[in-house]
């Protein structure tokens, strides 16, 4: 039995942080590390479909997912029953000492959704441990020792992840020294060309400058792989322009770099399709995955091509929790909830597209509008011709609809964008909703602000 709520909203009843919310949030001071950030200051109660209830009864509309997770909502019944059934046959026993259906299935699955020729997989923990595997092979794999990123990019949390990462505060500073022979390149980031360049007439100028570092000393013939995610999600949702990857993907073939790609984010339907680099014609060579994958439950994966999946000795990759039985039986539910779901990103996509294109003509503020699929945000600045960067706002946006009953999220390197994570399931209805409460939001805040 999977539990109903019934859960209606956004609805409001105190202004958050309400009295019990507020002596969670003490707590959270007194005895959790302040290494953890609270982004939006309430505690969560219950969760169901695209609704949250905190500690005080109050319902938001959940535009975050939990950080691009709940792709199919909240708990969704299908998931949580698979979850449950697996429950009840065994809940660990660590695929190094014994294979289990779950594990087997998911693998062969991964073989039939992910693109070009990956049919190996191994599971991890999270995302960022799915990263540091996926390096750790490709390295097995043609033993060189360079491995590039993108300096607006974001790669998870561990040591070799941070040093991946480009944005260096809050995730790299102070954690220093990081790991040694890593390079960051220029993302296509075209509403602030690192080239100062325009697109088209660049004529992909970014992609020569990837192909020069490669091709020069002391990187020539050294280069190990290149780890991107195909649209940045934390870097503010940044989609490189068509014809990009093709690009890529060639310069790494003529340098035999493995192109790791990074779809914790843009995979599992976010983008309107399975993966966010199916909108260019470019087979990765090692696909890493986590968040939708398994709708909550704690995984993450890495599928690669045979050769290079095979190329690490035995018993030197794993983890006792990697792969759990429970995690894998709620990703098997995910790849079906996440078909099911997918047709109604176009939904998503043209309703939020006409209001965010909407308010870049009528307001200054909104610098720019970008992404694929369901994964959209808007850049914001203190005026178009300027760009210059408001965190401030942005925050005061973010806080101003939590207020109002929506979680939205930020990102950027400068914090100033508002990405939006709607469930993929929603109902056009409730999407309006939401795009209201962030119209009325930026409205009032920048009055607030004195932008004009
Ligand atoms: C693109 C990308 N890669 C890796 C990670 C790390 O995943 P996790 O937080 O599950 O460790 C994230 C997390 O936000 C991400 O967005």
Redesign the pocket.
């Known amino acids: 039995m999977v539990k109903k709520y019934n859960l209606k909203g956004p609805k409001i009843v105190v202004e958050p942080p309400g009295p019990k919310a507020k002596k969670a949030l003490a707590r959270k001071e007194k005895y959790v590390t302040n290494g953890i950030r609270i982004g939006l200051p309430t505690a969560l109660d219950v969760a169901e479909g695209p609704f949250m209830r905190d500690v005080d009864g109050n319902v938001f509309l959940d535009f975050t997912v939990g ?2 997770v709940h792709n199919c909502g909240h708990r969704a019944p299908e998931f949580v029953k698979a979850c449950q059934d697996q429950l009840d046959k065994f809940v660990h026993i660590c695929v190094m000492v014994t294979p289990y259906e779950p594990y087997l299935e998911l693998a062969e699955e991964m073989a039939k959704i992910c693109p070009g020729k990956m049919t190996k997989s191994i599971f991890l923990n ?6 540091e595997n996926a390096v750790k092979i490709a390295r097995s794999y043609n033993k060189k020792k360079w491995i590039l990123s993108y300096k607006t ?5 561990t040591f070799l ?1 941070i040093s991946l990462t480009g944005k260096e505060k809050p995730y790299r500073d102070g954690f220093g020294p990081l790991v040694p022979y890593i390079q960051h390149l220029d993302y296509a980031y075209c509403y602030r060309c690192p080239l100062k360049l325009e697109y088209p007439s660049c004529n992909f100028a970014c992609v020569d400058s990837i192909r020069t570092v490669m091709e020069t000393k002391p990187m020539e013939g050294d280069v190990c792989a290149l780890v991107a ?1 195909p649209i ?3 870097g503010g949702f940044i989609n490189p322009p068509p014809g990009y990857w093709e690009k890529v993907r060639k310069v790494c073939d003529d340098n035999g770099v493995v192109l790791i790609d ?5 995979g599992f339907g976010r983008t309107g399709k399975m993966w966010g680099i199916e909108h260019w014609k470019c087979d990765p060579d090692m696909l ?1 995955s ?2 939708g994958l398994s709708l909550g439950m ?1 995984l ?1 994966g890495v599928t690669g091509k045979e050769d290079i999946m095979a190329s690490p000795p035995p018993a030197s990759l794993g983890g006792t929790f990697g792969g759990n039985p429970v995690c894998c039986a709620g990703a098997l539910a995910s790849i079906k909830l996440t078909k099911k779901a997918m047709p109604n990103t176009k939904m998503i996509n043209k309703v939020e597209k006409k209001r965010l294109m909407e308010w870049k003509e009528q307001y200054e503020w909104v610098g720019d509008v970008r992404g694929l699929g369901a994964m959209l945000g808007m850049e914001f600045v203190k005026t178009k011709a300027s760009k210059e960067a408001v965190p401030e706002f942005t925050r005061n946006v973010q806080l101003n609809c939590f207020k109002h009953g929506l979680y939205i999220l930020t990102a950027g390197q400068f914090n100033n964008v508002i990405r939006l994570h709607p469930p993929l399931i929603i109902k056009q209805d409730l999407l309006e909703k939401g795009l209201d409460i962030i119209e009325a939001a930026m409205v009032e805040e920048a009055k607030k602000a004195g932008f004009s």
């Open positions: 950080i691009g999270s995302g960022s441990e799915a990263i990019s974001f790669h998870g949390r992840d995610e940045q999600g934390e990074d779809e914790v984010q843009t890493v986590g968040k704690p993450g």
